[in-house]
């Protein structure tokens, strides 16, 4: 995945570092470290993996928060127009209820900024936090102004990092990784946990109703 992100990068410019961080915003897993931080290296006025500095840091940053706004409301729309429905209908094969999606709609609606904005800047969670805000149906405008805060300094923080690195930008990608999979572990565990308890209280509730 980093090779094909170094060559469209190479090849398309600005167009790449666009489309890529719009593929990683709906779901995709496309690394923006990689995209944001090559991008910045061939800012930093040397040749990088071949290819000699062309690009300007703020627009490879801009660009590349633009991208990830596009991406981010592709995911949400899909959530807000077929994520309800999906999960009314196969939800209970997982313990999801009715009213589960209640709750989420009004934690969204109260205090989904928080979790969009903190989201943006989490590696794993920063991927997927767009489909859930859709199927809660969080209202839009909340969602593109916190979506655009928590990407922007994602993409210039990677940027500037890129820039400063330049030639050894891909040194530090490679930590990325393990930061990814332990968030990654993370959510899987909470995962596990809810769904624990939950099959506890369902059979509980079934227990009582005998």
Not at 31 to 57: D, W
Not at 161 to 187: C, D, E, H, M
Not at 188 to 198: N, Q
Request: glycine content about 10%.
């Amino acid at each position: 995945m980093e090779h094909l992100v170094v060559s469209e990068i190479t090849r398309h410019g600005y167009l790449a570092i666009f489309f890529l961080m719009v593929l990683e915003s709906t779901c995709i897993p496309v690394p923006s470290e990689a995209v944001m931080m090559f991008g910045g290296a061939l800012s930093a006025g040397i040749t990088v993996a071949g290819v000699t500095s062309h690009l300007n840091i703020f627009a490879v940053a801009i660009l590349g928060a633009l991208g990830n706004i596009v991406g981010a409301f592709i995911a949400y729309w899909v959530g807000r127009t077929g994520g309800r429905t999906l999960v009314e209908k196969w939800g209970k094969y997982v313990l999801l209820r009715h009213q589960d999606l209640d709750r989420a709609e009004a934690y969204f609606n109260k205090r989904g900024e928080w979790a969009v904005l903190i989201s943006r800047v989490l590696p794993v969670v920063r991927t997927f936090i767009s489909f859930p805000a859709g199927v809660a149906e969080m209202p839009q405008f909340k969602f593109g102004i916190f979506t655009l805060l928590g990407s922007i300094p994602w993409t210039f923080g990677l940027a500037y990092l890129g820039r400063v690195l330049a030639g050894n930008w891909q040194n530090v990608t490679k930590y990325f990784t393990p930061i990814s999979i332990l968030f990654a572990i993370i959510i899987i565990a909470f995962i596990v946990r809810w769904y624990m308890k939950r099959r506890t209280i369902v059979m509980t509730e079934k227990a009582q109703n005998q």
